[in-house]
């Protein structure tokens, strides 16, 4: 099907240098963990993403196991692209990422070369693309030695499968040590993808600093935490939310009274922004000149259009921050 992108789809979105790369990114990206796999419907994939690149959204991220079932969100994606996005290939930032199961045996999982160069040979086959623009270690790998680990990622990059490469879910000691050997190697890190949200505050505790000192951009995932960070469970479960499906980590317990009492204090304090909560957690996010872009996901365009609206409003006054400290507390 033939799609013509809008012209002026680079107007209102802000682009920021991941860390000292040459590499700009949306201040919005898009992940395909969830809503882009076989069980889900392709019109509204091609609906979401369309919409997204339309508003400037160039960053879409990927792994080898995002579905279900695993790879099918790349055969999708791959779909997508040759479909639609041919033309605009050098306008695109496409992100894969290996590092949790993905086949049977030895050789599926974790940080062994031999996982890291076969995982992405059967993702740029599954998304029929020639290379990747990022490719990540999803996630450390405590029993391969990290020098094999990391010499996989530069010879990726070397074999011109990847042009920059990232790492995931790394601690801060666990990173320090991985990005000192890729700078050995040649191949810098660019590139963090931690969770991080106003639940989920871990990277505060180092991972910034370390970043911010390693000039390497950080892009934190899960940013409403998986939704919840939005008005979606206010009135209780609706059927079609990440949660009533049931299909992955976000389950009906999270969603304790004390929670959906913080999450309504929050909801409150958007509106007096004049803003909806999903696009204060965002703003609160970007605020940090350390994080050039965030890593939402969507199950229908309205939700990629909040996002991007986030952007109208990134000012917070020193009461407002305080406000939300509080009532995180
Ligand atoms: N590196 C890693 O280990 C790792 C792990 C997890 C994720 N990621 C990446 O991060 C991306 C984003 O993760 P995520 O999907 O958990 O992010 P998220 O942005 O925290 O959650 C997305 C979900 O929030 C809900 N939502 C979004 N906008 C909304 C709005 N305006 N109003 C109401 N609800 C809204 C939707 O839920 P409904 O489906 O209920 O509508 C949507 O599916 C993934 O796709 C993946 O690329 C990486």
Redesign the pocket.
Known sequence: MNYLADSNRYAEMMYRRCGKSGLKLPAI???????FGRTDNLKTCRDILTCAFDNGITYF???NN?GPPPGSAEENFGKMVSDNFKAYRDELVIAT?A??TMWNGPYGDWGSKKYLVSSLDQSLKRMKLDYVDIF?H??PDLETPLEETMSALDLIVRQGKALYVGL??YKTTEGVKAMTLLHRLGTPCIIH???Y?MFERWVEDGLLELLAKEDVGCIP????????????YLNGI?E??????GV?F?TPDHLTPDRIDTIEKLNHLAIERRQ????MALSWILKDRRIPS???????T???L??VHCLDNMDFTSDELNKIESILK
């Open positions: 990206s898009l992940g395909l963990w969830h809503n991220d990927l792994a995002y990422k590092g949790y990540y999803h996630r995931s879910n993808q931690p969770k949200s995932f899960s940013p409403l935490a998986q939704g919840m960070l939005t008005d979606r609706p079609d939310s990440r949660v009533a499906k992955g976000l909806k909560l999903s696009q965030v890593l939402i996901g969507a199950s229908r309205q939700q990629v909040d996002a």
